[in-house]
T-cell receptor, first 110, second 115 residues
Framework: QKEVEQNSGPLSVPEGAIASLNCTYSDRGSQSFFWYRQYSGKSPELIMSIYSNGDKEDGRFTAQLNKASQYVSLLIRDSQPSDSATYLCAVYTGRRALTFGSGTRLQVQP | DGGITQSPKYLFRKEGQNVTLSCEQNLNHDAMYWYRQDPGQGLRLIYYSQIVNDFQKGDIAEGYSVSREKKESFPLTVTSAQKNPTAFYLC??????????????FGEGSRLTVL
């Protein structure tokens, strides 16, 4: 079982819709959870971090964490073509460094 | 501006050659990391260093070597022992208390191709 799992996609949504990206993790001791956005050929950039159960909103982005289910998600409201990218879920267990999922490719159709 | 500088951006290597990828940061971060990314995959940890003159193996350290002689610099050598070195290499840094900052700062990456 991979430590951090994501559906590779592509996830295709129309412009203006809500995109929902999901991630599960295996280590119940995980402490911190992050979403990075990566455009093709570029390096990842942090868009959201979440540390406790519940929702965290930042502009059009909402991160949701459910530690009991070992599940973290990212919602993107009013999706724009510029949101088309690969979204990487990353988890910190308190050891070493962030562990990344394989990423979900999002396509926003104009 | 503060940031992480990786060089070269593109590198071609013949089989059997060692190559060194440079990573320099002026963010005054304590920790530095090297990740490898293959097409359609996430980032896999090669090596990391929490302090100067100390570094630890990640998940895929075989065929790679690093040094951390200065806080600002964390070069990665891809040796001829690395069987499949063609990949996108990402260097990152963070403050030591990564849980609090919540962010890895990434360089722009180095794309290595073995001919």
């Amino acid at each position: 079982q991979k430590e951090v799992e994501q559906n590779s996609g592509p996830l295709s949504v129309p412009e203006g819709a809500i995109a929902s990206l999901n991630c599960t993790y295996s280590d119940r001791g995980s402490q911190s959870f992050f979403w990075y956005r990566q455009y093709s050929g570029k390096s990842p950039e942090l868009i959201m971090s979440i540390y406790s159960n519940g929702d965290k909103e930042d502009g059009r982005f909402t991160a949701q964490l459910n530690k009991a289910s070992q599940y973290v998600s990212l919602l993107i409201r009013d999706s724009q073509p510029s949101d088309s990218a690969t979204y990487l879920c990353a988890v910190y267990t308190g050891r070493r460094a962030l562990t990344f999922g394989s990423g979900t490719r999002l396509q926003v159709q104009p | 501006d503060g940031g992480i500088t990786q060089s070269p951006k593109y590198l071609f290597r013949k089989e059997g050659q060692n190559v060194t990828l440079s990573c320099e940061q002026n963010l005054n971060h304590d920790a530095m990391y090297w990740y490898r990314q293959d097409p359609g995959q996430g980032l896999r940890l090669i090596y990391y260093s929490q302090i100067v003159n100390d570094f630890q193996k990640g998940d895929i350290a075989e065929g790679y070597s690093v040094s951390r002689e200065k806080k600002e610099s964390f070069p990665l050598t891809v040796t001829s022992a690395q069987k499949n070195p063609t990949a996108f290499y990402l260097c990152a840094s963070s403050m030591t208390r990564i849980r609090n900052t919540g962010e890895l700062f990434f360089g722009e990456g180095s794309r290595l191709t073995v001919l």
